[in-house]
């Protein structure tokens, strides 16, 4: 009897599809610089890497972010022990419009990119960069 017990429970784990998010080994790494302007983004004060910036992933087909991590000191961010599958991952970013232009609060969007993990895949995405004022 415990070596059936065993061997369906053996039997029904290798059959569970796990979906996108945590619980595999591969990992999504990336950095984040952020570029000061002034209120009318006509003038670029500096660019730096963003220290504490807010991260977003969303795992599959979600709705909403799945987790959030912040960028450390050199703006360097990791969102680890994830499955195989797709993956959206977006910072915010403030956005050149005309009412920023003529001195209105800027409005903020999102900016993405589109990832596919494999097994074991430790994968480093293109650099995001943020506008802020």
């Known amino acids: 009897m415990k070596k059936l017990v065993a061997m369906l429970l053996i039997l029904s ?19 984040v610089t952020i570029q000061q302007w002034n209120n009318t983004f006509t ?4 660019e730096a890497e963003a220290a504490d910036y807010d991260v ?30 797709d993956y959206t991952v977006y910072v915010y970013s403030k956005v050149v419009s005309a009412s ?12 993405t990119q589109l990832v596919s993990l494999g097994k074991n895949d430790d994968l480093e995405i293109e650099d995001f960069t943020v506008l802020n004022n």
């Open 13 to 31: 784990l290798m059959g569970c599809d796990k979906s996108e998010g945590e619980g595999g080994n591969s990992s999504i790494s990336g950095n």
């Open 43 to 46: 003038v670029m004060s500096y």
């Open 100 to 111: 920023a232009i003529n001195g209105q609060a800027p409005d903020e969007e999102a900016v």
């Open 56 to 85: 977003f992933i969303v795992y599959g087909d979600e709705i909403g972010y799945s987790d959030k991590t912040e960028t450390d000191y050199n703006g360097d961010f990791k969102f680890s022990f994830l499955r195989e599958g």
